[in-house]
């Protein structure tokens, strides 16, 4: 049983701020339900989004790890003409967060990337170096058009729409583990745009059958996502 199926004591509420639960006060309408129990079933849908977000990420990582490696060998992210200064930087905290060794295996460090890194490099790529010296780094001509494509077979096979979906994916998982509202959508950074909770599931879906069309359909199914969503009020 939900912590949203069943009425919460009186004294949950006054222990919530009025800041927190100001979001689910302008929401609550839309649903059809008080903003106490909106709270609640967005709390429902923050950890079954987080069991989809956890097979989604798995998936995203190893994919283009596995084609990395292929195209230039496991130790490809310690290739200084690869990446650019972002991705370097991500893997030297990875490597001291993890506390790796020369002689260590690399899915020590590849376990330590957070998604960020990995959703970064689906970009058009940075720099690297500082002027006069400041060079920059194209990615799709050094990581998505040699290997990282090949990550995604059931796509459309243009990198910027696969970055796209996994940016909002990314948001989605950014969002949850600051405990932020959901219920409202979640704003793509850097744009107006908001994906309604529907719209994000299908993201996470999407991505993951891009890389491979069984497992995405079985998340599709398996997801309890949906059922929050339909057995919700609105």
């Given at each position: 049983?939900?912590?949203?199926?069943?009425?919460?004591?009186?004294?949950?509420?006054?222990?919530?701020?009025?800041?927190?639960?100001?979001?689910?006060h302008r929401h609550a309408p839309a649903w059809g339900v008080p903003p106490i129990s909106l709270y609640l079933l967005g709390g429902e849908l923050?950890?079954?989004?987080?069991?989809?977000?956890?097979?989604?990420?798995?998936?995203?990582?190893?994919?283009?790890?596995?084609?990395?490696?292929?195209?230039?060998?496991?130790?490809?992210?310690a290739d200084e003409q690869l990446l650019d200064d972002r991705g370097q930087a991500a893997i030297a905290k990875a490597w001291t967060d993890a506390?790796?060794?020369?002689?260590?295996?690399?899915?020590?460090?590849?376990?330590?990337?957070?998604?960020?890194?990995?959703?970064?490099?689906?970009?058009?790529?940075?720099?690297?170096?500082?002027?006069?010296?400041?060079?920059?780094?194209?990615?799709?001509?050094?990581?998505?058009?040699?290997?990282?494509?090949?990550?995604?077979?059931?796509?459309?096979?243009?990198?910027?729409?696969?970055?796209?979906?996994?940016?909002?994916?990314?948001?989605?998982?950014?969002?949850?583990?600051?405990?932020?509202?959901?219920?409202?959508?979640?704003?793509?950074?850097?744009?107006?745009?908001?994906?309604?909770?529907?719209?994000?599931?299908?993201?996470?879906?999407?991505?993951?059958?891009?890389?491979?069309?069984?497992?995405?359909?079985?998340?599709?199914?398996?997801?309890?996502?949906?059922?929050?969503?339909?057995?919700?009020?609105?």
């Amino acid at each position: 049983m939900g912590y949203d199926a069943a009425p919460p004591p009186d004294e949950l509420e006054p222990l919530l701020s009025a800041e927190r639960l100001g979001t689910y006060h302008r929401h609550a309408p839309a649903w059809g339900v008080p903003p106490i129990s909106l709270y609640l079933l967005g709390g429902e849908l923050a950890a079954s989004f987080h069991r989809d977000l956890g097979v989604a990420e798995v998936v995203l990582r190893n994919a283009l790890n596995d084609q990395l490696t292929e195209r230039y060998g496991p130790r490809w992210w310690a290739d200084e003409q690869l990446l650019d200064d972002r991705g370097q930087a991500a893997i030297a905290k990875a490597w001291t967060d993890a506390r790796c060794a020369e002689d260590g295996p690399s899915g020590r460090l590849v376990a330590q990337l957070a998604m960020g890194f990995w959703v970064h490099l689906l970009e058009s790529g940075g720099y690297v170096g500082k002027k006069p010296f400041r060079r920059r780094r194209y990615y799709d001509a050094t990581l998505w058009r040699p290997a990282l494509r090949f990550a995604f077979p059931n796509s459309t096979g243009i990198r910027s729409e696969v970055h796209a979906v996994a940016h909002r994916v990314y948001a989605l998982r950014n969002r949850i583990s600051h405990c932020e509202p959901i219920v409202g959508g979640v704003r793509i950074p850097g744009t107006m745009i908001r994906r309604s909770p529907a719209e994000i599931h299908d993201d996470i879906v999407t991505l993951v059958r891009w890389v491979s069309a069984p497992v995405g359909d079985w998340l599709a199914v398996r997801s309890h996502t949906p059922v929050l969503l339909r057995d919700a009020p609105n």
